[in-house]
């Protein structure tokens, strides 16, 4: 089992930055692929970015990637997700997500375990 807890959203004006975290519980976050995800109003669920469990591995959605860097650091059970010149279109819900399977995270919006998601608005 598996527990998420994201934090760090907020509003900001286009072209600001963010940090997104994840806290994790347990002592198993290092068997596990993470990924953000965001869901805005009216729309579906769709990947943002991923890391393997080693961090040796990382995939973006086109639509940030060379503005958003997730990372991840094992020894405290969190992935992070930086946001750099947002944009009005990245307002959404943002969700963390542990997957077994990092493709699956990345092409199928699939993971084991999920958040309960943090806001960020973006204002023009």
């Known amino acids: 089992q598996v527990q998420l807890v994201e934090s760090g959203g907020g509003l900001v004006q286009a072209g600001g930055s963010l940090r997104l975290f994840c806290a994790a519980s347990?002592?198993?976050?290092?068997?596990?692929?993470m990924g953000w995800f965001r869901q805005a109003p009216g729309k579906e669920r769709e990947f943002v970015a991923a890391?393997?469990?080693?961090?040796?591995?990382?995939d973006y959605a086109d639509s940030v990637k060379g503005r958003f860097t997730i990372s991840r650091d094992n020894a405290k059970n969190t992935v992070y997700l930086q946001m750099n010149s947002l944009k009005p279109d990245d307002t959404a819900v943002y969700y963390c997500?542990?997957?077994?399977?990092?493709?699956?995270?990345?092409?199928?919006?699939?993971?084991?375990?999920w958040g309960q998601g943090t806001q960020v608005t973006v204002s023009s």
């Open positions: 347990g002592r198993t976050f290092s068997s596990y692929s």
């Open positions: 997500g542990a997957g077994i399977i990092f493709i699956d995270l990345v092409a199928r919006n699939k993971a084991n375990y």
């Open positions: 890391i393997t469990q080693s961090g040796g591995r990382t």
